[in-house]
């Protein structure tokens, strides 16, 4: 018999919680990966940088288990018949791994887990990328937060009485298998590299100690890029918090932004595509195709959207600050529902994560769970005088700006503004 640990987002073998807890058993653990076919086959593109980036993390894994006889097999397929094939293949005890609380992973584990137990296999999944999940952050009468500050109070005071304690699950990888797995290529299950250059996972302490003063200025560049490696798991948040919690408290509570709306997505399974808040269910989008273009292109005529823009579709990243100057403009500039906005980050960025995506395009809109009013609106001008005075994060990006190539502003801001505001108090009125 043996057990099977199934990596998910989780790609590494140290501080693995999951894996930590199959290595101890007695019996040998396989270790393998599912690329999904039901995910692959919903990407825009072949050349897709996070299929990439999860196909380079597991040849760098596999290259570190190979010096001791060791290795992850790659499966490609269907996740349930998969099950289906290793159930009949090998004599399984457990299946182990790591939980994932976005709707779509919670059903499909439902159903490998109903799978595995009419074959008398057990399943367990345990928490790994978060500090604090589901129910440790709640208020007084057990309902989850829906407001950042007070959950962040509770966090920080839980995370002071118990701090998280990590799983040395690289001290135990002799219990895996002894396999030399024959792996297939990126291009052999249809995908491409792309020309996408993937951040480096080391912690730049004089950066996180800076993090306050430098984070909102897009051209110095100086925040964390650890983005990708939270997404993808190949670095562990409990080390990052441990590495970062004395430097800088800022810096903390950007992750527990990131454990906010894992909980509000993991409790309002809704805001997948509905208005957190439903008094806005009315709004008449514009939606205007040949608009959402220009804004996707960076030909807006407002220079530090634009910048973000090309940003996002040269790298697959967009600082912070222009994500969301850029997501104010397209929501309560144009008029584009944000759901659009959301779907065209969700396509083009490397650490696209459905909860903290969906969360801040709600908090752009104003739909989502923020106490900040409707009516609060980015002016892009103003935003680019503040953040980028001198232009350089600018022509970094949008190298024609300046030039009569360069083209004239879409929209007056002043008339797009009032033009907002009346349509969401339509909606509000007509509640
Ligand atoms: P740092 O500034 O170094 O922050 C460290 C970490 O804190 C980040 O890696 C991230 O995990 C977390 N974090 C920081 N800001 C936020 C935030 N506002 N919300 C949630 N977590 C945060 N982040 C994603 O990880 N995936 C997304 O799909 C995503 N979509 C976004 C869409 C919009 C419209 C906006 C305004 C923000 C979005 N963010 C998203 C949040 C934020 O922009 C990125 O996390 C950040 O820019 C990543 O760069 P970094 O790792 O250098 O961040």
């Not at 299946?95 to 296999?121: C, G, M």
């Not at 135990?172 to 298998?177: C, D, G, P, R």
């Amino acid at each position: 018999k043996i057990n099977i640990f199934w990596f998910r987002r989780d790609l590494r073998l140290d501080d693995n919680h999951g894996l930590f807890v199959a290595l101890q058993s007695d019996l040998k653990v396989l270790p393998i990966f599912i690329f999904d076919e039901e995910i692959l086959s919903k990407l825009p593109s072949k050349k897709d940088a996070r299929v990439e980036f999860i196909h380079n993390s597991l040849e760098k894994l596999n290259e570190s288990l190979k010096s001791i006889g060791k290795g992850i097999q790659y499966y490609h397929g269907n996740v349930l018949n998969i099950f289906k094939e290793l159930v009949s293949k090998y004599k399984i005890e457990k299946v182990f791994t790591n939980e994932d609380y976005e709707p779509q992973a919670i059903a499909r584990d439902y159903d490998i887990e109903k799978l595995l137990i009419s074959q008398n296999i057990g399943f367990e999944s345990f928490k790994d990328q978060v500090i604090f999940h589901k129910d440790e952050v709640l208020k007084a009468d057990q309902s989850p937060y829906t407001i950042y500050t007070p959950y962040s109070k509770v966090w920080l005071e839980n995370f002071k009485k118990e701090p998280p304690k990590n799983y040395p699950s690289e001290k135990h990888l002799k219990n895996l298998i002894d396999i030399s797995p024959k792996n297939f290529g990126l291009k052999d299950f249809g995908f491409e590299e792309t020309e996408i250059d993937f951040p480096s996972q080391k912690i730049d302490e004089k950066l996180i100690k800076d993090y306050d003063i430098n984070r909102n200025d897009p051209f110095a560049d100086k925040t964390s890029r650890l983005s990708i490696h939270l997404r993808f798991g190949t670095k562990s948040v409990r080390k990052i918090v441990e590495e970062t919690k004395n430097l800088n408290e800022i810096f903390l509570k950007e992750l527990i932004w990131r454990e906010f709306f894992m909980q509000i997505l993991y409790h309002f399974p809704k805001v997948v595509n509905q208005n957190f808040k439903p008094k806005y269910d009315g709004i008449k989008w514009l939606n205007n195709g040949e608009d959402l273009k220009k804004w996707c292109e960076g030909k807006t005529g407002f220079p530090i959207v634009d910048a973000g823009m090309r940003q996002l579709n040269e790298t697959g990243f967009m600082h912070n600050r222009v994500r969301m100057i850029a997501a104010s403009f397209l929501v309560k500039d144009l008029l584009i529902d944000w759901r659009i906005g959301e779907a065209y980050f969700a396509e083009k960025l490397l650490d696209y994560e459905l909860s903290s995506n969906n969360g801040n395009w709600q908090w752009a809109a104003g739909t989502g769970c923020d106490a900040a009013p409707y009516f609060r609106i980015f002016n892009p001008t103003s935003q680019q005088e503040k953040f980028d005075k001198d232009f350089k994060y600018i022509k970094k990006w949008v190298p024609e700006f300046g030039t009569k190539d360069y083209p004239q502003p879409m929209i007056e801001h002043k008339f797009a503004r009032e033009q907002t505001l009346e349509a969401y108090k339509l909606a509000l009125d007509e509640k």
